[in-house]
């Protein structure tokens, strides 16, 4: 009778005459497990978007913080801007004030530079994320006759290859999102909190 639970337990409903109780389907046994088996699940996750220190995937996440803390400081530096530019006026220095003119267009210009540099290396992240989860799920996917159990399932899947791929698409590219804000609000904070104290 064990054996037989066991084996209905995570495929449909069963009433246990024995002691009254129902056992549903297998996202509902789930949630009464540990969560510490959901560790090494967020754990997989890590070492297969990152699988070295020398991978690709930690060399556009350094360029996406270098890149984050150039912008923070150039925009730092072009809220300074106008109260020189208030002191020129005062002046009526012609020339001091072509000169904080180019000094305001640099700056701006590198603040877009910055920013189109962040998302271009924002995407290759998501992109290298996507490439490595995907080659590591359809081989899960293609591996013995998972295929066959899942297309010939009661109730079949459609087309869950491209579900696969699509779900990786988008938990790729908010995760990108989410790791830019990760990284670079703890510097702005400490930054800004820096500069108001001193």
């Known amino acids: ?65 270098l890149t984050g803390v150039a912008k923070q400081f150039n925009i730092y ?8 530019f208030y002191l020129a006026l005062l002046d009526g220095s012609r020339e001091e004030f072509k000169n904080i003119l180019w000094e305001m267009c640099i700056l701006v210009m590198t603040v877009s530079l910055c920013v189109t540099t962040e998302s271009f290396f924002q995407d290759l992240l998501a992109l290298s994320w996507r490439c490595k989860l995907t080659t590591k799920i359809q081989s899960k996917y293609f591996k013995g006759n998972n295929i066959q159990l899942i297309l010939h399932h009661k109730a079949p899947l459609d087309n869950p290859d491209q579900r696969i791929t699509q779900d990786i698409y988008r938990l790729t590219t908010q995760m990108a999102d989410i790791l830019v804000n990760i990284l670079l609000k703890p510097f702005i904070i400490l930054y800004y909190t820096y500069q108001v104290w001193t």
């Open 77 to 84: 530096y072009i809220g300074l801007v106008p109260s020189k």
């Open 1 to 65: 009778m064990e054996s037989k639970r066991k084996m209905l337990r995570g495929y449909r409903r069963v009433d246990d005459e024995e002691d009254g109780r129902i056992y549903k389907n297998r996202c509902c046994i789930r949630k009464n497990r540990s969560s510490k088996t959901s560790h090494w699940y967020y754990w997989i996750l890590f070492k297969t978007m990152y699988p070295t220190i020398a991978s690709s995937s930690v060399g556009y996440t350094l360029v996406l913080f």
